[in-house]
C-alpha cells in the first residue's frame, strides 16, 4: 500500500499580498490625518450651526413646540453672541418641556426682539404675586438668554375681568402690576441691571381671547416678557430660522 505523501506547510510569514494592503491602510490613514490636522474649526460658526440646526428642528416631547421665529435682524452682535443666544432659547425650550409646562409657555422671536409669554397659573397661585419656587430656574435662564447683549427688558402683568378684591390687591391693575414687578425683581436677582428692567400691569385691558369661556380667561391671565433688542448699532446680517 502506498504511503501517503505528507503535506507541505506554508510558508512562514504572512502572504504578500497582505502586506501590501497593510501598508496602502497605514497611508490612508496618514493622509487624513494630515488633513485633519492642517483643518481648524471656527468655534463660533461651529456653534452657531450647531444652535440653528437644534432650533431649526423644534423638536420636543408629544411633537410639541414653544418656538415660533421669523427672519430675524439680531442688532450689533457677534457670531458667537448670537449662537449663545440661539443655544438659550433651544435650552428654555427644553426646560419648559422638562417641566411639562410647554402648553402654558410660548416664546417668539420676531423683528423687535424676543417675546415670551407664560401663563399665571405656571408662576403664580390664584389672586396671589408670590412666584412659585418651581419656576425660578426657568426665569433664570431668561435672564441669562438677556445677559450679555444690548437690549432692553419689558415686563407686562395681565389678567381676566373677573374683579378681584382681597386685602392685598383691592383691583386686578394692583395684581398684574405687582406680578410684573415680582419677575422684574427675580431678573434683578439674576444680574440684569435694574435701568434694562421695566414694569407695567395692565389688567384685563389688552386680551387675547374672550373673557367668556374659562379657556379665554386662563389665556388672558399671563406675563409677557418683551426682550427689545437695541437698534442704535448696524444691523448684521439675519438669522433665519423655520420652526414647524
Not at 106 to 116: N, V
Not at 223 to 231: A, G, K, M, Q, S
Amino acid at each position: 500500500m502506498p504511503k501517503k505523501k505528507p503535506e507541505e506547510c506554508p510558508p512562514k510569514g504572512a502572504p504578500a499580498f497582505m502586506t501590501t494592503y497593510g501598508d496602502m491602510m497605514t497611508l490612508l490613514l496618514t493622509f487624513f490625518v494630515l488633513l485633519i490636522s492642517f483643518s481648524s474649526i471656527q468655534e463660533a460658526e461651529f456653534r452657531r450651526a450647531i444652535g440653528s440646526f437644534r432650533g431649526a428642528l423644534g423638536v420636543m416631547p408629544y411633537e410639541q413646540s414653544i418656538l415660533e421665529s421669523r427672519i430675524v435682524p439680531i442688532p450689533g452682535l457677534t457670531n458667537l453672541q448670537e449662537s449663545e443666544i440661539m443655544e438659550s432659547i433651544v435650552e428654555f425650550q427644553e426646560a419648559a418641556a422638562e417641566m411639562d409646562i410647554a402648553e402654558a409657555v410660548k416664546l417668539e422671536i420676531t423683528e423687535e426682539g424676543i417675546h415670551i409669554t407664560i401663563g399665571d397659573t405656571v408662576l403664580f397661585e390664584s389672586g396671589e404675586a408670590k412666584l412659585k419656587l418651581r419656576i425660578l430656574p426657568l426665569l433664570k435662564q431668561i435672564a441669562d438668554l438677556a445677559s450679555g447683549w444690548d437690549n432692553t427688558i419689558h415686563i407686562s402683568g395681565h389678567t381676566d375681568t373677573d374683579p378681584i378684591s382681597n386685602i392685598e390687591f383691592p383691583s386686578n391693575w394692583e395684581l398684574s402690576y405687582a406680578r410684573a414687578l415680582e419677575v422684574g425683581k427675580d431678573f434683578m436677582r439674576n444680574g440684569i441691571e435694574e435701568g434694562k428692567v421695566f414694569m407695567e400691569g395692565l389688567g384685563e385691558h389688552h386680551p387675547i381671547a374672550d373673557n367668556v369661556t374659562l379657556e379665554g380667561k386662563a389665556k388672558n391671565r399671563r406675563v409677557e416678557i418683551f426682550i427689545r433688542y437695541e437698534r442704535e448699532t448696524k444691523i448684521p446680517e439675519k438669522v433665519s430660522q423655520t420652526i414647524k
